[in-house]
């Protein structure tokens, strides 16, 4: 008679629950604060521009380094590598020394002599906050389920509108009272504090955890394999380039507005600003704060919604965009204020529906290709196309080329909807794919 030898299956690795509601509210906040005030550590340098330039004796051309190129070329270097690295290490300490290397930054910058540790420091800021982003999306993601997920993006994103106005607004006041340098030591404060909390009071948890992941970590894959992945997921691709060209048509019209203003309707740059600062701020603010919630509650009924909402609200965007550029004077900051509103309501769907597709692993690089996209295409192409049409129209048209290259800009809203629209034919297939996927990874498999 033959004897046989039962195996035993392996033990189970223990179970993590989800944290409860108290907990996630209070990650939350912080996330909101620490957001803020990388967002204001960009921006704060707006209002000390003048200041400066002239105690340091910069040009325009360094100005313009410092304040806005270096972060740019920083932060497009650094994303993808630090976000791969959030998906295999910690994702607080990631985030808690991101917040430490924005306030060193800013204390560098404070002290700066010259022209080329200013630009250490602004480097500085850039690589804190590409090192920042797509973790901290990555861990909203892993704490807030997906129905909960939208409106948990939503209070996240309040943050960069809050640290866009708080920024300018306070190191203006700063500024003013104590001077650029002391203006920007008051800066690094919150960083200082946060960092730390970070550090100490938040914890790690399973990747995917919010989506019933409860297994042990798997083996991470090399980033190439990781980008193929992501782009063999046939709503990614489509999403990400839709965003991007929408962030075009955007960014053509926004950063150029002021002189627009200006030159078509005879107001001072410094009065147009302000006001549309204010529009821009209170649109930004309410969009982002309504898109989430209303994503959550329409995809409840059908789960397009997450991307029906970005493409409706990429069509509106063109049309009001039209009308900015061809209305009367007294409707332009109104208008401004309604399309960055309008455009609002597609951001936390858009991150919802990236961190939901992308494997539990995988997050944070996902993230960080979308903001490459973003960073690249529409934030750095829409400025620089507009200029380049407005100089390619100048002779034939005079200063009315500015607002004709910008019309033109609109119609990257064209591809950017029809893209959206394709996204969202295949949405429902992925998802549930992403969904099979978990469903795999998280089940126990025993050799018996």
Not at 56 to 67: A, N, R, T, Y
Not at 69 to 84: E, Q, T
Request: hydrophobic share 55%; aromatic share 8%; with cysteine.
């Amino acid at each position: 008679m033959l004897s046989t030898t039962e195996v035993e299956p392996p033990a189970e690795a223990p179970r993590e629950e989800l944290p409860g509601l108290g907990y996630r509210s209070y990650f939350l906040l912080i996330m909101v604060l620490l957001s803020a005030c990388v967002v204001a550590e960009r921006y704060i340098l707006f209002v000390l521009v003048e200041p400066i330039r002239h105690d340091l004796h910069l040009s325009d051309f360094q100005i313009g380094l410092v304040k806005d190129l270096i972060l740019a070329i920083v932060y497009v270097l650094a994303v993808i590598p630090l976000a791969h690295l959030s998906d295999r290490w910690s994702r607080k300490r990631i985030v808690a020394i991101a917040a430490l290397v924005w306030t060193v930054s800013v204390v560098i910058c404070s002290a700066a002599k010259g022209f080329w540790v200013m630009l250490l420091g602004r480097a500085g800021i850039g690589l804190g906050e590409g090192a920042f982003t797509p973790p901290s999306q990555a861990w909203i993601a892993d704490l807030f389920p997906p129905k909960q997920r939208g409106t948990a993006l939503s209070i996240f994103l309040l943050g960069a509108s809050i640290g866009a106005f708080a920024g300018p607004a306070l190191g203006g006041w700063a500024a003013h009272e104590y001077g650029w340098r002391k203006a920007l030591l008051l800066a690094s404060l919150p960083g200082l504090i946060l960092a730390p909390i970070v550090w100490f009071t938040l914890r790690d948890v399973r990747a995917g955890l919010a989506d019933g992941n409860t297994t042990a970590p798997q083996e991470r894959k090399p980033f190439l394999e990781v980008a193929r992945e992501l782009m063999a997921i046939r709503t990614f691709p489509l999403l990400v380039v839709a965003s991007a060209l929408n962030t075009l048509m955007t960014m053509g019209l926004i950063s150029w507005a002021p002189a627009f203003i200006e030159r078509t309707h005879g107001m001072p740059a410094r009065e147009a600003g302000m006001q549309m600062g204010g529009a821009l701020f209170l649109g930004s603010l309410i969009g982002h704060l309504l898109g989430g919630p209303l994503a959550d509650l329409l995809g409840r009924r059908n789960l397009r919604w997450y991307l029906w909402l970005p493409m409706t609200s990429g069509a509106i965007a063109m049309v009001v965009g039209l009308l900015i550029l061809t209305g009367p004077a007294e409707r332009v900051f109104p208008l401004f204020g309604l399309q960055l509103l309008v455009g609002g309501l597609a951001a936390a769907p858009l991150m919802a529906v990236v961190t939901g597709l992308a494997p539990v692993s995988s997050r944070a690089t996902a993230v960080a290709i979308l903001m490459v996209t973003i960073n690249v295409i529409g934030l750095g192409g829409g400025p620089v196309l507009v200029g380049w049409l407005s100089d390619l129209l100048h002779p034939a048209y005079g200063e009315a080329s500015l607002g004709i290259a910008m019309r033109w800009s609109l119609l990257a809203g064209v591809p950017s909807t029809i893209l959206a629209y394709l996204a969202s034919r295949s949405y429902k297939a992925d998802a549930g794919a992403a969904r099979a996927r978990l469903d795999t990874e998280a089940a126990p498999s025993f050799v018996h």
